[in-house]
């Protein structure tokens, strides 16, 4: 975006103009959903992808969720963590990480 300013110096009316870039500084905007995958049979033997968003509090629900899914389903897990809450995670690392997985349990907790 760009503005152009109109000054007066020292009580005389002079025209003077400039233009001035304004940026902004907030990420770009998220890429539309793509929808939900296909709904799975069953969880029996699946590979459950545990999503952590290293939010505080996210690995311990993940564990919970982990020690269940083993337990109920023989599910395999793989997990991920973000390096950073605020960041987002690189795409390519997503595609690898989702590539092992039947089904993902995405935490957010704090």
Do not use: H, W
């Not at 110096?9 to 103009?17: A, H, L």
């Not at 952590?52 to 337990?71: F, H, I, T, Y």
């Not at 793989?78 to 390096?83: A, G, I, N, T, W």
């Amino acid at each position: 975006m760009s503005l152009a300013i109109r000054s007066s110096i020292g009580g005389n009316s002079m025209s003077q103009s400039a233009t001035i870039t304004v940026l902004n500084p907030t990420a770009q905007p998220p890429a539309a959903p793509e929808g939900l995958g296909a709904r799975l049979e069953n969880l029996d033997g699946v590979r459950i992808g545990l999503l952590d968003n290293n939010k505080p509090n996210a690995s311990a629900l993940l564990d919970r969720v982990g020690e269940r899914m083993e337990a109920a389903f023989g599910a395999q897990l793989v997990r991920y963590s973000k390096v950073a809450p605020s960041l987002e995670a690189p795409r390519d690392e997503l595609e690898e990480f989702v590539a092992q997985c039947d089904a993902v349990v995405l935490a957010i907790d704090d």
